[in-house]
């Protein structure tokens, strides 16, 4: 998590843009697109990694629950990034560079504060999430696999720390029966937050999707580019097959 961000800062050396505008070899690592990434599977042909992240950010976005971690995706986003600026920087520095080279510097250089952006915002709301739920992700290990490694450590040390100043700040002045924060006592907030998964949400489907129960007992089935307002335990299943995303 805390990687994803400093890497945000570092650069790796590595031919890309400078080969592309002096029309030599493509990129040796894979195959890179002008909009930031390569083609992908053809369930999701012509989607770009950066059209990928957006999606994905979105959704994390609007969605109540943590989502599972992009980590992949992440890495090759970075990766890039790494290398668009690398190279811009050489090309900066070369005094042949013509001046429509140039102003290509000035598309790319605003191109990779785009992608710099879209990342930050994506890791900054799962940070969100991770505190706000801290202590119900590491009490739930279904929710572990959903983190990267280093997410889920900074989830499980915030949790530790809530943990700790409630303890010493409260708990420790009330009676041993009373001192746990895992109590489920009716007609009472719960001490541990969980998502709310039964909140409601804008679904768009991608693409023609089964039907789905809905909490009166109904059934809905949703056509391609229909957007609904549905619970989001309705549709949860729907978008982690990537069928709907959220809007």
């Not at 961000?5 to 400078?18: H, V």
């Not at 195959?31 to 994905?56: K, M, N, V, W, Y």
């Amino acid at each position: 998590m805390a990687d994803w961000l400093d890497a945000l800062n570092t650069t790796m050396a590595g031919p890309s843009f400078i080969d592309r505008v002096r029309n030599a070899a493509a990129d040796d690592d894979v195959p890179i697109r002008d909009d930031f990434g390569p083609i992908l599977a053809q369930d999701i042909a012509e989607e770009t990694s950066l059209q990928q992240l957006i999606r994905h950010w979105m959704n994390e976005r609007h969605a109540p629950d943590i989502l599972p971690a992009q980590e992949h995706l992440l890495g090759r986003l970075l990766d890039h990034i790494r290398k668009q600026s690398d190279d811009v920087q050489l090309l900066c520095a070369d005094p042949d560079s013509s001046e429509e080279e140039h102003f290509r510097i000035i598309l790319v250089q605003t191109e990779v504060e785009r992608v710099k952006f879209v990342i930050r915002s994506y890791i900054r709301t799962r940070i969100h999430k991770i505190e706000k739920y801290a202590q119900y992700i590491s009490a739930t290990p279904d929710m572990h696999e959903r983190l990267s490694q280093g997410e889920l450590e900074h989830a499980q040390r915030y949790a530790r720390l809530l943990e700790s100043h409630f303890m010493n700040s409260v708990l420790q002045s009330l009676p041993l029966s009373q001192r746990g924060l895992d109590d489920d006592e009716p007609l009472s907030p719960a001490m541990i937050t969980q998502p709310d998964r039964q909140r409601a949400v804008f679904a768009h489907a991608r693409q023609a999707c089964p039907p789905v129960r809905l909490p009166d007992g109904s059934t809905m089935e949703m056509e391609k580019d229909q957007i609904s307002l549905t619970p989001y335990s309705v549709i949860e299943q729907l978008l982690a097959r990537g069928e709907v995303e959220l809007v």
